[in-house]
């Protein structure tokens, strides 16, 4: 059984920084594709970004590309998304989701696991 852990969301100005942190457990990390998503209120949820098993592919919504960057560090079993320039727009609860045993993808429909969710306020 795979399980995750958001952290690193918060309060920020537009313009200002973030990154989330999502610590993997339970399963073979280098077999897991990593999905970021998020849910604002009174939306559904959308694709921000994903990353296959190895880092060396990527894939970002457009609302993000040029300011959002996804990495991992596997072997400390984490993903990352780095948010720059943050919008107020960008104001949601973020998910991370993991993917096992295929490439990365932007539907969440595709994801086997899922967060809890970390709140990113953008005020402006």
């Known amino acids: 059984q795979v399980q995750l852990a958001e952290s690193g969301g918060g309060l920020v100005q537009a313009g200002g920084s973030l990154r989330l942190s999502c610590a993997v457990s339970g399963g073979t990390f280098r077999r897991i594709a990593m999905g970021w998503f998020r849910q604002a209120s009174e939306k559904e949820r959308e694709f921000v970004a994903a990353?296959?098993?190895?880092?060396?592919?990527?894939s970002y919504t457009d609302s993000v590309k040029g300011r959002f960057t996804i990495s991992r560090d596997n072997a400390k079993n984490t993903v990352y998304l780095q948010m720059n320039s943050l919008k107020p727009d960008d104001t949601a609860v973020y998910y991370c989701?993991?993917?096992?045993?295929?490439?990365?993808?932007?539907?969440?429909?595709?994801?086997?696991?899922w967060g809890q969710g970390t709140q990113v306020t953008v005020s402006s």
């Open positions: 989701a993991a993917r096992v045993d295929y490439g990365l993808d932007s539907n969440s429909r595709e994801y086997d696991y």
């Open positions: 990353i296959n098993w190895s880092g060396g592919g990527t």
